[in-house]
T-cell receptor, first 114, second 112 residues
Framework: QKEVEQDPGPLSVPEGAIVSLNCTYS??????FMWYRQYSRKGPELLMY????GNKEDGRFTAQVDKSSKYISLFIRDSQPSDSATYLC??????????????FGKGTHLIIQP | KAGVTQTPRYLIKTRGQQVTLSCSPI?????VSWYQQTPGQGLQFLFE???????NKGNFPGRFSGRQFSNSRSEMNVSTLELGDSALYLC???????????FGSGTRLTVV
């Protein structure tokens, strides 16, 4: 079993729809949770990060973390064709004085149809 | 401000050769991490450097190595290239590591 599971898609939705992207994980030590967006031929771009459980909102994006269920979500409201990209969840265990690097899901390919 | 810069953008090497990739982090960022991205395995952590010291290493063979200079610039080296090393190699920098990484656009390595 992979540490982080993410449906690769593709997920195709009409413009203006609410998009829900999800990841599950197995390592209960993860404390920091991130969502990255990656366009073709580009590096990943950080969209949201949250610490521990709870919700965080930034414009059209909302990130949710449920540590009890080991489940994280990213919601995109009023989706636009420019949101078409691969969305990667990532997690890390913050250690004092060190870092484990990020553990990524494989990404969900999202297509917003005009 | 300038982002993370990786050079070269594209590289073609022959099996058995070695290659060096370069990464210039965002000014002020002291943590530099390297990742390998392939369609089959996704993004996998190679190693992280902080203040010229390797702080963590992922599960890759010893053919993969790196270093960081006093100006935080980093290089990654792969020796005895194999066909399976063909991938997008991404560098990411942050102030201190742990979260909030900024990635470069990567170096696309093709081994033939």
């Amino acid at each position: 079993q992979k540490e982080v599971e993410q449906d690769p898609g593709p997920l195709s939705v009409p413009e203006g729809a609410i998009v829900s992207l999800n990841c599950t994980y197995s390592n209960s030590a993860f404390q920091y949770f991130m969502w990255y967006r990656q366009y073709s031929r580009k590096g990943p771009e950080l969209l949201m990060y949250t610490y521990s459980s709870g919700n965080k909102e930034d414009g059209r994006f909302t990130a949710q973390v449920d540590k009890s269920s080991k489940y994280i979500s990213l919601f995109i409201r009023d989706s636009q064709p420019s949101d078409s990209a691969t969305y990667l969840c990532a997690m890390s265990v913050q250690q004092r004085g060190g870092a484990d690097g990020l553990t990524f899901g494989k990404g969900t390919h999202l297509i917003i149809q005009p | 401000k300038a982002g993370v810069t990786q050079t070269p953008r594209y590289l073609i090497k022959t099996r058995g050769q070695q290659v060096t990739l370069s990464c210039s982090p965002i000014s002020g960022h002291r943590s530099v991490s390297w990742y390998q991205q392939t369609p089959g395995q996704g993004l996998q952590f190679l190693f992280e450097y902080f203040s010229e010291t390797q702080r963590n290493k992922g599960n890759f063979p010893g053919r993969f190595s790196g270093r960081q200079f006093s100006n935080s610039r980093s290089e990654m080296n792969v020796s005895t290239l194999e066909l399976g090393d063909s991938a997008l190699y991404l560098c990411a920098s942050s102030l201190s590591g742990g979260y909030g990484y900024t990635f470069g656009s990567g170096t696309r390595l093709t081994v033939v």
